[in-house]
């Protein structure tokens, strides 16, 4: 098994590695029913790193039916809202405790650098689930002044009450805090879960559920299914016995995973892809500007769903701008996650390396011109020869028809293009079959705002980018999904509302 540069790798992660990983069905550690396993792959090396159980429909079954029970054990449903929340402070306590263990995990697993892992991955999930620990006491209904007909005095209010059991389906960028997208609002609510994480990336959830369980979460509450994406994520979008699906992926995934939802009508929410406009005003500084537009994109290799991946520079400064993210493009330190100069680490897969060296080409047919990168760093060699990196890629001369300018690579790959009318900008920024987010870079206040109104985005940055925060909703118009994460919002997603009609007369 390949584990990282030795010395790098703390003894709990190297024998945490080592163990055969089980599914986690009903408080216990237990292997498919089918015996089936796969490695997860070390994207460095591309070497095996751990062996993981491969569940099949029938495993599916057993975490829903514990799924299930749990929803109805006293342990669970009987807790106060106090105690609910108490669970879920005790789990940020413990995701805290073992971060730098997680942000190895993670890193080796996905490949992000390891500082990364720690800063966004494992500081959202503990974030996450002290955030939500204030909700199971807050969840208020309501007294509504109702006139009904023939005088009677009624008294009505409402209560939210859990969804039931909820199918989490997350995919492979920031695996274990896309896990606590779903479980820390599905927890706080009530709710019991049947989580499945990408099968390339599932090694922090797995060390995640061993936390869950040493936080005192019930047998059954929290269910954590591994294997294929269709067959399991599918088998649960379908399952009759999951309530609601809560899906973060493609959003050609995300349509199937509805499809399957339609037979028992389950409650779907879905986090989906995005081809974010990131425009540059030509009062904005073309140096904080340059920076920002490589943050945007390169951050977590650019497969991030917010990735700022069209960049729109007034025609002003464009030359200024685009000399300038070239030039830092090209000093992006690409090596191993655990490396502690590694400013960008390898994609995730062999398959995602190849589909976005495919763009490129791509976009190369279509007429792009090469700005920098393309293609693989120099200096990788030796152990890391087998490694999925690809140099930070900067496309210009770009065309809004264009392949690359249309749909989402999700690597490290920017197009970008200069404008001069604003109204055609805008039209051009919404032209897209995705509405996620999108950047501006002013300090023209009312320009901001009015670009802000006009862009159609579930978040929109104005002089920052992918800044997120549990209290904050975060979602997609368009094709980038239905309903929200976070805050106040996604506790609509995870609950039913009941209307109580009581006669008074
Ligand atoms: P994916 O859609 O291939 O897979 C997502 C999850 O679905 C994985 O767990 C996968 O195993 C599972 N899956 C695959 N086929 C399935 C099926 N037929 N039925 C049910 N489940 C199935 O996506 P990915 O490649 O893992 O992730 C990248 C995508 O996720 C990008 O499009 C990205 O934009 C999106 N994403 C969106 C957000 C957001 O919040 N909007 C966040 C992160 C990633």
């Given amino acids: 098994m390949s584990a990282g540069p030795a010395g790098a790798v703390p003894a709990t992660v190297r024998r945490f590695l080592g163990r055969d990983h089980g599914l986690f069905v009903d408080g216990t550690w237990r292997p498919a029913l ?11 090396t591309g070497l095996p790193l751990a062996r993981l159980a491969v569940a099949s429909t029938a495993d599916v079954d057993l975490a829903v039916d514990a799924a299930r029970r749990a929803l109805a054990d006293p342990r669970w449903r009987d807790l106060s809202p106090l105690q609910r929340g108490d669970l879920l402070y005790r789990l940020a306590e413990l995701v805290e405790a073992h971060a730098d263990e997680l942000a190895v995990i993670e890193s080796l697993d996905n490949g992000k650098p390891v500082a ?26 309501a007294t509504i002044p109702v006139s009904p007909r023939g005088g009677l005095r009624i ?3 409402t209560v939210h009450e859990p969804v039931g059991v909820v199918g989490a389906i997350v995919p492979w960028n920031f695996p274990v805090s896309m ?9 706080a609510a009530g709710n019991t ?18 936390l869950v369980a040493e936080a005192g979460f019930p047998p059954g509450v929290v269910n954590v299914v591994t294997g294929d994406g269709a067959e399991v994520g599918g088998a649960i979008a379908a399952h009759p016995g999951v309530d609601k699906v809560a899906f973060t992926g493609s959003t050609q995934v995300g349509r199937s995973v509805t ?33 920002a537009a490589c943050d945007a994109i390169f951050f977590n290799q650019g497969q991030t769903c917010t990735a700022g991946s069209r960049l729109y520079v007034h025609s002003d400064l464009y030359d200024a701008v685009m000399s300038a993210v070239v030039e830092q493009a090209r000093r992006i330190v690409v090596g191993p996650g655990l490396d502690p100069r590694t400013q960008m680490g390898p994609l995730v897969s062999r398959r995602q390396l190849g589909t976005v060296s495919d763009y490129i080409s791509s976009g190369l047919e279509q007429g792009a011109t090469l700005a920098t990168g393309g293609g693989r760093p120099s200096g990788l060699d030796g152990a890391l020869a087998g490694g999925y990196f690809l140099e930070p890629t900067v496309l210009t001369r770009t065309t809004h028809a264009m392949r690359v300018v249309q749909e989402e690579i999700f690597g490290p790959v920017l197009v970008a293009m200069p404008w001069d009318d604003l109204d055609d900008l805008v039209v051009k920024a919404n032209d897209t079959p995705y509405g996620l987010s999108a950047g501006i870079w002013t300090n023209d206040l009312t320009r901001a705002h009015r670009v802000a109104a006009a862009i159609k985005a579930g978040t929109v940055w104005v002089n920052c980018y992918n800044l997120t925060d549990p209290a904050s909703p975060f979602g ?15 506790l609509e997603q995870y609950t039913e509302t009941k209307s109580v009609w009581v006669n008074l007369s």
Avoid: C, I
């Fill in 476 to 490: 997609g118009y368009k094709q980038s999904g239905w309903g929200r994460e976070m805050g106040r919002a996604v």
């Fill in 259 to 291: 499809t399957a939802a339609l037979g028992n009508m389950k409650k779907v929410s879905l986090e989906l892809g995005g081809k974010s406009p990131h425009v540059v005003l030509p009062d904005a500084d073309p140096v904080v500007v340059a920076e």
């Fill in 193 to 210: 879960v049947v989580l499945k994480p990408a099968l390339e990336t599932s090694l922090s959830t797995l060390r995640l559920a061993e």
């Fill in 155 to 157: 008294l009505n209010y």
């Fill in 116 to 141: 990364v892992a720690k800063a966004v991955d494992t500081g959202t999930t503990a974030k996450l689930f002290r955030y939500f620990a204030g909700w199971p006491s807050k969840l208020e209904g």
């Fill in 179 to 187: 896990a606590a997208w779903k479980l820390a609002p599905a927890l």
């Fill in 34 to 44: 089918s015996g089936r396993t796969t490695d997860s792959v070390d994207p460095a």
